[in-house]
T-cell receptor, first 110, second 114 residues
Framework: RKEVEQDPGPFNVPEGATVAFNCTYSNSASQSFFWYRQDCRKEPKLLMSVYSSGNEDGRFTAQLNRASQYISLLIRDSKLSDSATYLCVVNLYNFNKFYFGSGTKLNVKP | NAGVTQTPKFQVLKTGQSMTLQCAQDMNHEYMSWYRQDPGMGLRLIHYSVGAGITDQGEVPNGYNVSRSTTEDFPLRLLSAAPSQTSVYFC?????????????FGPGTRLTVT
């Protein structure tokens, strides 16, 4: 069983739409949670950390549900530049191992 | 700061050849790691290091060796290349204990084994 599971998509949405991704993790000992963004043929870059109380960064909102073991990412007012693959990442209690989901591809169309 | 650098960017090997992928960072990060990324598989951890002289295995360590003689460098050695090692390899570094544990990635090495 994979540590982290994501819907691969693609999610095809028009500009200005709101889109949400979910990600589930299997290990209840997971302590830290992140969303990374990866553009085509580029390295992943941190989009945002996910805190227990939920957090927002501009048009992006991340939430954590420990009881159901999933995290979510909501993107409001989608821009063409949001087109990318979004990777869900969890880290176990000793923070030495990060587990990546296979990513959800987002295409924002004009 | 150059951040995390990786060389080479591209490499083609024949089955059985060995080579070393180089990774260096200039941010004085203690934690460094190597991942491979295959289509539909996401990034999988190969080996990681929490400081000079300390390394450990990740999810998929077979066929790879690492060493960490300095804080800056973390080379990955392929002992005898196999077609199954065709992949994109990313090196990453971070400074544990920070609020975000943000990992900084190098630009990747695209390896093809024929």
């Amino acid at each position: 069983r994979k540590e982290v599971e994501q819907d691969p998509g693609p999610f095809n949405v028009p500009e200005g739409a709101t889109v949400a991704f979910n990600c589930t993790y299997s290990n209840s000992a997971s302590q830290s949670f992140f969303w990374y963004r990866q553009d085509c043929r580029k390295e992943p870059k941190l989009l945002m950390s996910v805190y227990s109380s939920g957090n927002e960064d501009g048009r992006f909102t991340a939430q954590l549900n420990r009881a159901s073991q999933y995290i979510s990412l909501l993107i409001r007012d989608s821009k063409l530049s949001d087109s990318a693959t979004y990777l869900c990442v969890v880290n176990l209690y000793n923070f030495n191992k990060f587990y990546f989901g296979s990513g959800t591809k987002l295409n924002v169309k004009p | 700061n150059a951040g995390v650098t990786q060389t080479p960017k591209f490499q083609v090997l024949k089955t059985g050849q060995s080579m070393t992928l180089q990774c260096a960072q200039d941010m004085n990060h203690e934690y460094m790691s190597w991942y491979r990324q295959d289509p539909g598989m996401g990034l999988r951890l190969i080996h990681y290091s929490v400081g000079a002289g300390i390394t450990d295995q990740g999810e998929v360590p077979n066929g790879y060796n690492v060493s960490r003689s300095t804080t800056e460098d973390f080379p990955l050695r392929l002992l005898s290349a196999a077609p199954s090692q065709t992949s994109v390899y990313f090196c990453a570094s971070s400074f544990p204990g920070t609020d975000t544990y943000e990992q900084y990635f190098g630009p990747g090495t695209r390896l093809t084994v024929t």
